[in-house]
């Protein structure tokens, strides 16, 4: 290695013990990623990319892998904006999160009417067709998003064209296609309103992925949304029931309303979480700047209207480096 090389391999380690200066290098310190979504149609705004460039160390794609995105009309696959974001983030050498394959929004109007064996082959064919375009590039998928239904009894499924057509049983039909379509991408079930442990929502998908577990479906890991205005009190507890069913937890959108040492503190809450299990194995925010929000009333990010650094920013980065190292899951 050369004069140059050395400087390199010394400016991009941070000596243990000492304090990382980015949030992606501060959650490297402990085998964690953080990461932010990405929207293709803001990469023509250069703060917007520089500040995902020095700050983060991974991704997922906000719109741009959906149904409706990727597979507009049936059979005909189209990657513009999913292919810029994963080109973006493999040169930078970052992760990538895969979202979503199955999901009940964001879907093309011609799913609509198909027969059920109809729509078991575009499920599986979807499947396909964007997991084999990007076969080896992503770390994990988000196979089925938001299947389980609010407010319902332990268990209940949200009623979708997948429950009334293909019954209960599509989300493991979704997982052992995932499996059979890139067989190194880690599988993720991702939802919202999961967080709390008790939960009758959580209790059904802790249920679900402990009968996946015991039959072999394949299952990796399970996604926390995190779009919140507080973290519930047994967060931490809730991701290490998840963690002990053998499945890696990632916290896969969070975003939360409000601002000052208010929100701050939500934040450095959620991290600190995450870093007390091993199998926590990384957060990724649904955003970098609140002008780009979807929930943008709320101020829900780390960066202000003008890529500043909020209060929030600054305790998330301080509860990184705070954690202490776990194996890598
Ligand atoms: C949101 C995007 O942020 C918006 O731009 C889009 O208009 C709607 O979807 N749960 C999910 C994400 O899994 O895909 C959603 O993203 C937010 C809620």
Redesign the pocket.
Known sequence: MGVLGVVTALASTTPAGAAASTLGAAAAQSGRYFGT?I?AGHMNDSTYVATWDREFNAVTP??EM?WDATEPNRGQFTFGGADQIVSHAQSHGMKIRG??LV?H??IPSWLNNLSTSDLRTAMVNHINGVMGHYKGKIYAW?VV??AFADGGSVGSLRSSIWTQKLGNGFIEEAFRAARAADPNAKLCY?D?NIDDANANKTRGVYNMVKDFKARGVPIDCVGL?S?FGNPPSNYQQNIAQFAALGVDVQIT?LDVGGSGSTQADAYRRVVEACTAVPRCAGITV??ITDKYS?RSGDTPLLFDGNFNKKAAYTSVLNALNAATPNPTP
């Open positions: 979504a929207a906000e719109n959906k979202h979503t999901w929004a964001q988000d998003n938001e991702n919202y949304q779009h959108e649904w955003g979807w």
